[in-house]
């Protein structure tokens, strides 16, 4: 990166200081700053960049680029003075980094409910198929087989640019990531040009961040109304929102449907506790993911797998070894023959997806089989999702116990008293404030047949108390449990 390519990108409004000869990295941290680097100030939701201008400085930035020339008055610096540093940093750190963008097909997932699924059954679908993805998302970073912890379902323009330079050095043939309503609000994805976008559903999540759902509405429509004219949008047409995403998209449009004939014919045929038969433009095929709303979760990938022009057949047979996304109806077990509760853990933490595996679970347990749900509400995050989570809970659960999610600063009996706010009848529900303990006494009182999901927490290895956190996982803690349990009975039976 020369400096003339570096003002030809940013096309600043003023231009300050001396001129530097090198130019380092990019970095938005100030604590990442070493000698030469460039500094961009970003206004963030919390915390405003300009504050650390000066720390910028004294660690040798060479460059700042900011909004407001200010801060680096009496600094003998660079400064750059644009308009707006976040629509900027995006193409910016690209170009930093050599533009991966441009050696990657680029496959973008938005939605509420089903982005981590959908994203994982096309990377492995598309190794099936022969291609070399790369996946970015909720549960983490894969680079070609290479697991990475990831904090945010969509990472920082510089993460982003860094994780897809690395993807194109593995060799990677595409990108399949979640985008999130955050990074889009945010222009963490500004400066990439996806090929084929996909929307999932929108339901009520994240009205702590965005004021209302017609803005988290717009957020997520902000995907496809960057699409190109040669990209492809595929939607659920089922979703009251499909056609709000598709209003200004320039792309080529795909609509599919379970209940009407679109641009693409789906059918549900069969559902059981063993996975699900669709049919889609006339291909049948099974796969092992449970429930009806898991047969919208493997269209979409099917669909966007056509798009990259596989063989529909082809797809079929990749999508029906495709196990999707680990924690979502994950069942747990102790290591015995032994008959045991079936423990399922999922990552539902949303009113609209628990209302999908709940309804999914009754309507697969036999007449006399129980349903007993565990779950909670994150903290610091939407309030008014408490009391209809609740609600749902009451309608297709059996037996209920509520307990801790991510408390993060808020008091876990505060939340848990917002939720119980939602209960017809609180006798039903009982509250159990340690995670631990709401699990492991769920699954030790329960009968072998019991059917038991822990919502909320899914692939989290980790539970956000205050501002740390701490090692937590639903499935060691229930298949502890469930081995207790069997230890005890054996115990029992010789005695």
Do not use: W
């Not at 559902?271 to 095929?285: C, M, W, Y």
């Not at 797998?305 to 063989?311: F, I, Q, S, V």
């Amino acid at each position: 990166m020369t400096f003339n390519e570096l003002i030809e990108l940013c096309q600043p409004l003023d231009v300050y200081g001396e001129h530097p000869v090198d130019i380092g990295d990019l970095t938005q941290d100030s604590r990442e700053v070493s000698e030469g680097s460039v500094f961009i100030a970003v206004r963030g939701t919390q915390v405003d960049g300009h504050m650390f201008i000066e720390n910028a400085i004294s660690r040798g930035a060479s460059i700042i680029i900011c909004e407001d020339a200010y801060y680096t008055e009496k600094a003998d610096v660079c400064v750059l003075e644009v308009e707006d540093t976040r629509t900027l940093v995006g193409p910016l750190a690209q170009a930093f980094q050599g533009y991966p963008g441009k050696k990657l097909t680029l496959i973008g997932v938005t939605g509420t409910n089903g982005k981590t699924t959908v994203t994982s059954l096309i990377y492995q679908a598309l190794k099936k198929l022969g291609a070399r993805p790369s996946l970015l998302g909720t549960v983490g970073k894969r680079i070609e087989d290479e697991l990475l912890d990831s904090l945010l379902t969509t990472s920082d323009p510089i993460e982003l640019a860094r994780d897809m330079r690395r993807m194109v050095a593995a060799k990677s043939s595409h990108l399949v990531m979640e985008v999130s309503s955050h990074a889009l609000d945010q222009q963490r994805v500004a400066g990439l040009n996806f090929e084929i976008a996909g929307f999932t559903n929108l339901s009520h999540d994240h009205l702590d961040y965005h004021e209302s759902l017609d803005e988290y509405a717009a957020a997520k429509k902000k995907l496809f109304d960057s699409l190109a004219p040669d990209a492809t949008a595929v939607v659920n047409g089922d979703d009251p929102n499909a056609e709000l995403m598709l209003k200004d998209c320039k792309a080529k449009k795909i609509r599919f449907s379970f209940s009407e004939k679109l641009d693409a014919s789906c059918l549900f045929l069969a559902s059981s506790s063993e996975g699900i038969t669709i049919e889609i433009n006339g291909v049948r095929f099974s796969s092992p993911l449970v429930g009806k709303f898991n047969a919208y979760n493997v269209a979409l990938a099917f669909l966007i797998c056509r798009e990259l022009d596989y063989k529909e057949q082809q797809i079929a047979k990749a999508l029906s070894q495709a196990t999707g996304a680990e924690g979502r109806l994950e069942r747990v077990q102790a290591q015995t023959d032994a008959k045991q509760p079936l423990v399922l853990v999922d990552y539902a933490h949303t009113p609209d997806a628990l209302e999908n595996v709940l309804s999914t679970l009754k309507n697969l347990k036999k007449k006399d089989q129980k349903l007993h749900v565990v779950f909670g509400c994150g903290g610091d995050r939407d309030k008014t999702k408490r009391p209809k989570m609740a609600a749902i809970a009451e309608r297709f659960a059996d037996q209920v116990t509520v307990t801790s999610d991510n408390p993060r600063s808020e008091n876990p009996d505060a939340i848990i008293d917002d939720i119980m706010d939602g209960f017809a009848d609180q006798k039903l529900a009982r509250r159990v404030t340690d995670r631990k303990q709401a699990i492991l006494k769920t699954i030790a009182e329960a009968s072998d047949d019991t059917i038991i999901l822990i919502a909320g927490k899914g692939h989290e290895t980790y539970q956000e108390i205050g501002d740390k956190r701490y090692d937590f996982d639903d499935r060691e803690i229930a298949r502890q449990a469930l081995t207790q349990k069997i230890g005890t009975q054996n115990s029992g039976e010789v005695a």
